[in-house]
Structure formats: structure tokens, C-alpha cells
């Protein structure tokens, strides 16, 4: 599974990601709102700062935290 997150960090064109660009960052799986209520409760990833108005994550810590909470579906 944690390939699948370092191919998108890979790709992605900075080391980090506003948390207005989460969308474009998990191809969806992630909103923006999502993230700032995990965030509030101290659930979000770890690293996050601030730029100007912008909530930031350093995509490596990103792919951590998103690697931590998934898990692959079992083939029945």
C-alpha cells in the first residue's frame, strides 16, 4: 500500500501539499474539510505549518500519515 503513496509523492511537483490541494494530491480520496477536522482534533498529519493563509504538510509526512491509516481490501 505504501507504494501507491510514494508514487504519488513521486510525482507531485513540491515537497509540500496545501491542504487546499489535497484533493489533487489523494486523487480525491481526501477533502480539504477532512483534513482540517482531523487536523482540530489533532488526528492530521504531523509537520503541519502555516504560509501566509495557507495549512501546509510536507508531502514526506504526508505519505507516512496516509500510509499509518489505510489498509488494503482482502480479495474474497
Known sequence: ???VFE???????A???ARTEI???T???LSEKYLANLDSRGLGPAGRF???RKVCYPTSE????L??????IPKK
Open 1 to 3: 500500500m505504501v507504494h
Open 7 to 13: 508514487q504519488w509523492a513521486e510525482r507531485w511537483p
Open 15 to 17: 515537497p509540500i501539499v
Open 23 to 25: 484533493r489533487f494530491f
Open 27 to 29: 486523487g480525491g480520496a
Open 50 to 52: 502555516r504560509v501566509g
Open 62 to 65: 504526508l505519505v507516512k500519515w
Open 67 to 72: 500510509a499509518e491509516r489505510s489498509a488494503a
